[in-house]
């Protein structure tokens, strides 16, 4: 259902980048927008892992660095039958994680020094366990088309409002067509990140459940939620809103509408469902 849902959701994106690209030009602009949408797609497919790794300037650990948090990767590794993935340090003290890479045979998996300073081995495997999940469904790359395609609307949005700025007339009906095409090309970045915010926190919560059940134990990692969302709040890390979603836990603050507009499901609602699975285990 969760691989359905996510499909769906991802062409109707691609449906927004076609619908607005048709309106600036038509058929040529639809064709023309389709081929923008793909190339997006090609270049996240190839280069999102290295990108997001030198964008945080993460440095390979080796495993004489970090001989436990080795051992828990390569426990899970085995336990969820993929090739083992790399392991990569954040130099900060916020506690966090993200997984990148396109595909289990190149997958990554980043921490920051903070999380391996305030995480017990067993919520560190719960940590594990939830990144290897994401990479075990290739959320990675669904999460970098979405994330693209979402922009490529914004862009293609900005350049209609310019268009229909630049292109108003005196004449009523034009006047009154532009004003119907400023209307789409403002409403189509809200309905591209709302959707993208669907797909987000979909993954988001099949990780939760898929890294409960690679670790045994629901409530390692339901433990862990509960520290790095205390200590995000306290210390918030340095992320940009366009890689925020790839982090366990939401790396930008704020509460209100900022909630609303989250890539990450509410925390008390995730620790929720990973204690109903403990329950059942």
């Known amino acids: 259902m969760n691989a359905v849902k996510t499909t769906f959701l991802l062409g109707l994106l691609t449906g927004l980048v076609m619908l607005v690209g048709a309106a600036l030009g038509g058929r040529h602009g639809a064709a023309l927008a389709f081929v923008f949408a793909a190339a997006v797609n090609f270049a ?139 209307v789409m090309a403002f409403l189509a970045p809200l309905a591209a990140t709302l959707i993208q915010l669907a797909i987000s926190r979909t993954r988001e919560y099949q990780a939760d459940a898929g890294g409960a059940r690679l670790t045994h134990n629901p409530l390692y990692l339901a433990n862990a939620l509960r520290k790095l969302e205390f200590a995000n709040q306290q210390l918030p890390l340095n992320a940009g809103p366009a890689t925020a979603h790839l982090f366990i836990v939401n790396p930008l603050t704020g509460g209100g509408v900022m909630r609303l507009f989250s890539t990450h499901p509410p925390i008390e609602e995730r620790i929720r469902r990973l204690e109903q699975m403990a329950g059942k285990v």
């Open 44 to 182: 996240s497919y190839w280069f999102s892992d290295k990108m997001v790794l030198a964008a945080y300037r993460a440095k390979p650990l080796d495993p004489g660095q970090a001989p436990e948090l080795w051992s828990i990767i390569q426990e899970l590794a085995t336990e969820a039958h993929i090739p083992l993935p790399r392991l990569y340090l954040i130099d900060a003290d916020t506690p966090n994680a993200f997984a990148t890479g396109r595909s289990p045979n190149h997958a990554a998996v980043a921490v920051t020094r903070g999380i391996m300073q305030l995480c017990s081995r067993e919520e560190l495997k719960g940590v594990i366990g939830h990144e290897l999940s994401h990479v075990v469904n290739r959320d990675i790359l669904t999460s970098s088309i979405a994330a693209t395609l979402a922009g490529a609307v914004m862009m293609l949005a900005s350049w209609a409002r310019w268009a229909a700025i630049f292109g108003m007339g005196e004449d009523e009906e034009r006047r009154d067509g532009m004003i119907g095409f400023l």
